[in-house]
């Protein structure tokens, strides 16, 4: 079975982008060690500071639903309305096999 990787798009509301970021930072922190969690990466746009980024591999679709359901993504969540403006999730799947660096 493939990994389930995914790209997590935010646009902070105006004056709430570092307030995002804390958040997404700490909600990182703690879904690293969630079950079947491979990899949970965030990212702040180099040329726009108001965008983040969420990437995300789980060992299966089962682990990512579970992580969703996890009392710090339901927090997160909750918050999410008062901190970003946008939000757009991207399921992907990959083409071809990983290069080892």
């Known amino acids: 079975m493939a990994d389930v990787h ?4 935010f646009r902070a509301q105006p004056e709430r ?5 804390a958040h997404l930072l700490d909600l990182a922190a703690v879904a690293v060690h969630d079950e ?9 746009g180099s040329e726009d500071n108001d965008v983040w980024v969420v990437q995300a ?6 682990a990512q639903d ?3 359901n996890q009392p710090h993504t339901l927090a ?4 999410l309305p008062k901190l970003a ?5 991207y ?3 990959p083409k071809k096999p990983t290069a080892e660096l």
């Open 6 to 9: 995914s790209l997590t798009l």
């Open 36 to 44: 079947g969690c491979l990899d949970y990466r965030v990212f702040q």
């Open 17 to 21: 982008s570092q307030a995002l970021g």
């Open 91 to 93: 399921p992907l799947a």
């Open 57 to 62: 591999r789980w060992i299966s679709v089962a």
């Open 76 to 79: 997160f969540l909750d918050e």
């Open 66 to 68: 579970d992580h969703f």
């Open 85 to 89: 403006d946008e939000v757009d999730l």
